[in-house]
């Protein structure tokens, strides 16, 4: 066990010193001019980055900041009718070429919606055919002893929308207040700290 959490320790640093900072800027700024003009976040998954949107979209919503989470299997069967033709779309997948990811850039697309792609495909930056910004992490061992299992690259993917949400929680002046309110059950145990 100590070599697999040394693994995604490692896999964090080896991120760390590769990822794309100006990307992840921009898109954090885009985020919050949304934000700004009354629109939402979208973030969409699917398998193992299903719950890392999600987590991520309850970060946010922490803050009275609003965000979705549409799973990527869902967005085909309607879910895609929660996406405003002013929102940005946050769409979270290793490959980034699943048929469920392409369904909801294809009707972003139609609705001229903000798509960012986040991938560990760099392949997927030589294709300019969609109005689509891509990010690419950092690929990455996934430290299970046969790189298949989606460990180290899950590890990676949600601490870089944990640091994109954390971005746009103070770009947005967002403070503790904003938290505890939320948090009404927990409200004495937050003032007392």
């Known amino acids: ?43 969409s998954g699917l398998g193992k980055n299903a719950p890392i949107c999600q987590k991520v979209v309850g970060t946010i919503n922490s803050f009275s900041i609003e965000a979705l989470f549409i799973h990527s299997s ?38 001229n919606i903000s798509i960012w792609l986040i991938t560990f495909n760099e392949e997927l930056l030589k294709k300019s055919d969609k109005n689509i910004k891509y990010i690419t992490l950092p690929n990455v061992d996934e430290g299970d002893g046969f790189n298949l299992a989606p460990i180290n690259t899950t590890i990676v993917s949600l601490c870089t929308l944990q640091a994109l949400a954390v971005g746009i929680i103070e770009l947005m002046g967002k403070n503790s207040d904003d938290y505890i309110l939320n948090h009404p059950k927990n409200k004495n145990n937050y003032l007392k700290k």
């Open 74 to 111: 869902d967005a085909a069967h309607g879910s895609c009718g929660a996406i405003g033709s002013n929102d940005i779309v946050i769409l979270l997948s290793k490959s980034g070429k699943t048929k469920e990811i392409e369904q909801i850039i294809d009707f972003c697309s139609t609705k």
């Open 1 to 43: 066990m100590k070599i697999s959490f040394s693994s995604q320790i490692e896999a964090l640093q080896f991120a760390l010193s590769n990822i794309q900072f100006d990307e992840l800027e921009l898109l954090k700024n885009e985020c919050v001019d949304k934000l700004k003009h009354g629109n939402k976040i979208v973030f």
